[in-house]
């Protein structure tokens, strides 16, 4: 196990209702003039937007807005949203929606007091150590932004979709209510259980020894997410199958899971390019090269890979038999996400394969990707190739 | 699964040496005159007495020490600790060693701000909404307190072990080097143990339904302690099996795993009445009461009991079999308590039954005690004699 630092300050109001007490927190935070960032009209449908706006006048917090914050965030909004704030005296960034929302209100949060291009922190030119606080609403289980220290935007001019992480992006306050997300189409809540599980097989995937704690606290939460994703699908409006995704969901990015570890990473990476060029739904990405990136790079770990094979998907092949206890796992892995009406190749999910070395150049500029394996231009370009 | 609010900001510093760092710790906490609290000679024998009074020296923290505090720590040092601060305008209290230390440290914490008697708090007469800042440098992996809510004490004049909590009492940072619990003597690496599993069993055993996330976690934690508690008696100065035991005993008592339940906590109750009278170690009280409290409250929720018996101790008696299935746990989980050399019953921690009444009678006297099943003095009585 390695030496870690753990430190999840945001607080969580979980359950029927919550989302009245918004202004309340905000207040409590000592927020006094407020930017609510949100996406299209879901939350206008769904009542969200009235409860939330009410709470704030009920507050008397004065309050400007930022909406139409798409999927895979772009970061144009995000300097929008910074002049509102500086040119308004904002000082709390309320999001409510999934992931995009969050991040865009985490990037704003960062820009406003620095004063440079605030696309810096996300090329890692600086580390941000200031940011106006910032609370969450969710309404989609997937990212895991609502208390999470990163942000991921994707830059309109290049197409360059990068991610930035600093204690400070940790939100003060993730409200979660899972009636919110009982209205979540199928194809949502699939996409977001494959972020989820992603999240946890991301950190699960590591070279660190004697982790064995942290290796069972991530099965129980992989096989949550394996039996509850589908049960979802067939009951959208029950609360507690939805509840328990939700919670999963935070707790699967919470960085808790990953204390004395480090994790791989290297499948974000490589879906990265995929959703900044063809702008499909990350976890659909995710579903497409998770699966290739085991098949390539399992036997640099493969005792790792028989015991997710055993514990995660009860594959009880002999244990000298590795090879046949991996490519049942995956199997199954692959099973998964198709039962979830998600594609497991690029070609289901309509993406050519004429730019495929474009992408793995792009993946690797900064540098080789992934800790489980190394992967370089090279690498990336045969996972893609096993995607196809 | 209930609503709830989950807020736990303490800062976990683990690892090897981590220790090194408290003094900066306590100065970004903005802490200036410090409170040293500990136990008896063994922080000085393994060099932290040094470490950290060497960092305190370093930092230009001035200190003062308030030793000799005792397991089953007592109500007297804690007086004696507010004497010191309000004396000496001391604002941070650092607490090297077990639950002992961090409890006393937390008693005092709130006692210092609160112009009536401290032992109102354990009494429940008022809630601590005031303290001043506490740290805990870990040396025991038990109670749990180094990031929990909680202190508990015995009022030596009647001997009461009362316990309280207020979200004002977690420490702002645990500090957890596994390193320093090397040297733990096998009988306190086995009831520190013993307190971690009792922590987890204690939230798992609930009527609530609909937590099967937490659930999992539950197990897992709990399957992490009853793998290395062996193993550590075995391989004491094994840095990873003390390191997977730390860990989940810290995880076992902060709250996040009793997120959207209710848990039982009648057999802590139990408990306290024996180390308040004989004086033994908590968790050898545990593993005398945990069995019995069990073949008590089976029948109140038969398949919480199944589950616990096939997910913690693989008993795969067939599900309709519930009676054997449970009596097969119970008998598992007294023999995990007896290979570690503690006691499953009160004849053998040396405990006579003369005094069952008298201890059911004031185990009740607040109320009846426990969730899973309402115990009032009656069924204490019948737990103290089923674990005669």
Not at 181 to 201: F, K, N, W
Request: net charge negative; with cysteine; aromatic share 10%.
């Amino acid at each position: 196990m390695n030496n870690f630092v753990y430190h999840n300050p945001a607080k969580i109001l979980f359950g029927k209702g919550v989302e009245k007490d918004a202004a309340r927190e905000i207040r409590a935070c000592g927020g006094t003039r407020v930017l609510l960032v949100y996406g299209g009209g879901s939350i206008k449908r769904s009542g969200l937007y009235d409860t939330l706006t009410d709470s704030l006048k009920a507050e008397g917090l004065p309050f400007w807005e930022l909406p139409g914050v798409q999927p895979n965030p772009r970061l144009t909004p995000v300097k929008e949203g910074i002049r509102l704030c500086r040119e308004n005296g904002i000082d709390f960034l309320l999001a409510a929606g999934g992931g995009s929302a969050i991040d865009t209100a985490k990037g704003i949060a960062v820009g406003v007091p620095y004063n440079g291009d605030v696309w810096d922190f996300y090329e890692r030119k600086v580390k941000a150590e200031k940011a106006l606080p910032v609370g969450a609403v969710l309404t989609i289980p997937a990212a895991g932004s609502e208390t999470s220290d990163s942000s991921v935007l994707t830059k309109e001019e290049g197409l360059r979709k990068l991610g930035c992480g600093s204690p400070v992006m940790i939100p003060r306050f993730a409200i979660m209510n899972p009636e919110l997300t009982c209205t979540l189409p199928a194809y949502q809540t699939a996409c977001g259980a494959s972020d989820i599980l992603a999240h946890l097989m991301e950190r699960y995937f590591t070279q660190v020894d004697h982790v064995d704690f942290t290796d069972r606290l991530l099965e129980a939460s992989m096989r949550t997410i394996l039996d509850y994703a589908p049960l979802a699908l067939a009951h959208p409006e029950d609360y507690d199958i939805r509840a328990e995704i939700m919670w999963a969901g935070t707790i699967a990015h919470n960085n808790l899971l990953d204390t004395g570890r480090v994790g791989d990473w290297g499948s974000h990476r490589i879906e990265h390019e995929l959703s900044a060029i063809y702008d499909i739904a990350h976890g659909a990405g995710l579903a497409v090269v998770f699966p290739a990136w085991m098949k390539y790079v399992w036997r640099d770990g493969p005792d790792r890979f028989v015991q997710f094979a055993a514990r995660v998907f009860g594959v009880e092949i002999a244990h000298g038999n590795k090879e046949r206890a991996v490519e049942a796992a995956i199997a199954r892995l692959e099973q998964f996400y198709r039962s979830l009406g998600l594609p497991t190749r690029l070609s289901e999910a309509g993406i050519p394969d004429d730019r495929l070395r474009e992408m793995a150049q792009k993946c690797t500029l900064p540098g080789p990707q992934g800790n489980f394996k190394k992967l370089y231009e090279e690498d990336v370009y045969n996972i893609y190739c096993l995607a196809k």
